[in-house]
């Protein structure tokens, strides 16, 4: 499979760290079906191998200078000739660390925009959910675009099942189901289809506002600096940019 498909790509947060979060299990997955598919009696089933490895690593590195995700948008992608599987190894450890201190800041932005629904607007938004999957399947459409938005739906359902339901999650879903209905007349003409999309925004928007005036919340903070595994990596950075400075004032000195 490809990392980055167009598929994916759409299920993609507009926030940044949680977009890059995303994309490091993709490419662990990638890794992990590249392994359970080597096969050892061909001659290149190991290269295939690290050559999957090297491309994991290859998109990472992009996704976070896109993203600017330091340290790895600031890394070199090492070239595929000489690559080895130990070097993706000491890069997996080190991303690890990293994807974990991402993990712990996604959840706790996460729980911030996760609120209590009463279970009747539950049941409301259900209803509101069900008529827009009836109207989808009425709908004339190719048969993958359908898939793709019961697909959304099942997240939006799926996302109501839990106790607290993120709400910014919510109504992310509703925009990927529009976007998805782009250019299907039936869908974006129906007045029936704006009206059940316009009711769920206004009822996600009212509970949470309603659940921000339950929670006193602290203000929101900025996100931490993502620190490297190693506190020698912060002193030996520290000592270098010394070292620098220190050589540029010898040569201001005429003695």
């Not at 609120?115 to 009425?138: M, N, W």
């Not at 359908?146 to 106790?163: G, N, S, V, Y």
């Not at 931490?224 to 220190?246: H, Q, V, Y």
């Amino acid at each position: 499979m490809d990392i980055l498909t167009e598929d994916f790509l759409v299920e993609l947060p507009d926030d940044p760290r949680a977009a890059f979060g995303m994309v490091l299990r993709r490419a662990d997955t990638y890794v992990s079906e590249a392994l359970q598919a080597l096969d050892e009696s061909e001659g290149n089933g190991w290269y295939s191998y690290v050559t999957a490895q090297h491309t994991a690593m290859n998109t990472i590195i992009a996704v976070a200078k896109r993203y600017d995700i330091e340290p790895f948008a600031s890394m070199a992608v090492p070239p595929r000739k000489g690559f080895d599987s130990d070097q993706f190894t000491e890069f997996k450890v080190q991303l690890d660390h990293y994807a974990a201190q991402l993990v712990l800041d996604n959840s706790i932005r996460g729980k911030r925009d996760a609120v209590e629904i009463d279970a009747k607007v539950k049941d409301r938004l259900r209803q509101h959910i069900y008529g827009i999957k009836t109207l989808i399947d009425q709908a004339e459409m190719p048969e993958p675009r359908r898939a793709l938005l019961h697909k959304r739906i099942a997240a939006f359902e799926a996302a109501l099942e839990k106790p607290r339901v993120n709400v910014v999650m919510l109504a992310g879903v509703m925009v990927m189901i529009l976007a998805g209905a782009a250019n299907i007349s039936q869908l974006v003409d129906s007045p029936a289809m704006n009206k059940l999309v316009a009711t769920i925004m206004a009822t996600i928007g009212e509970a949470k506002a309603i659940d921000e005036e339950k929670r006193d919340l602290p203000p929101v903070q900025s996100p931490k600096p993502l620190l490297p595994p190693r506190p020698n990596d912060i002193t030996a950075d520290s000592k270098e940019r010394e070292g620098t400075s220190s050589t540029g004032l010898d040569d201001d000195i005429p003695f």
